[in-house]
């Protein structure tokens, strides 16, 4: 069973930066795709970022793009979500996913994804 558990979330303010972590344990002798979505107050899940299992291929979304920074470290079976320049419209529960059946693409779509983290609250004030 795989489990996905997110770190490094909290309150910060506008401008400010915030790394946000993804362990993935159970499963970890299979390659695997990672993407990063979040969830606002009365708003639907959105795609923000994903990296193939080699990293070599990354995507982001128009509002991610610039600012944020998918990366990961496969020996830690870690992924991170580097978070700079935050604004107000930041603020949401993030989640991590993970995507067993494609890893060697970084896909915005969250039906693709397999396991899910329980997410975490990324809040920040103006």
């Known amino acids: 069973q795989v489990q996905l558990v997110e770190s490094g979330g909290g309150l910060v303010q506008a401008g400010d930066s915030l790394r946000l972590s993804c362990l993935v344990s159970?499963?970890?002798?299979?390659?695997?795709?990672m993407g990063w979505f979040r969830q606002a107050p009365g708003k639907e899940r959105e795609f923000v970022a994903a990296i193939s299992w080699s990293g070599g291929v990354t995507y982001y979304s128009a509002s991610a793009e610039g600012r944020f920074t998918i990366s990961r470290e496969n020996a830690k079976n870690t992924v991170y979500l580097q978070m700079n320049s935050l604004r107000s419209e930041d603020t949401a529960v993030y989640y991590c996913?993970?995507?067993?059946?494609?890893?060697?693409?970084?896909?915005?779509?969250?039906?693709?994804?397999?396991?899910w983290g329980q997410g975490i609250q990324v809040t920040v004030s103006s």
């Open positions: 159970g499963r970890t002798t299979s390659r695997y795709a």
């Open positions: 996913a993970a995507d067993f059946h494609m890893p060697s693409g970084a896909t915005r779509r969250a039906s693709a994804y397999d396991s």
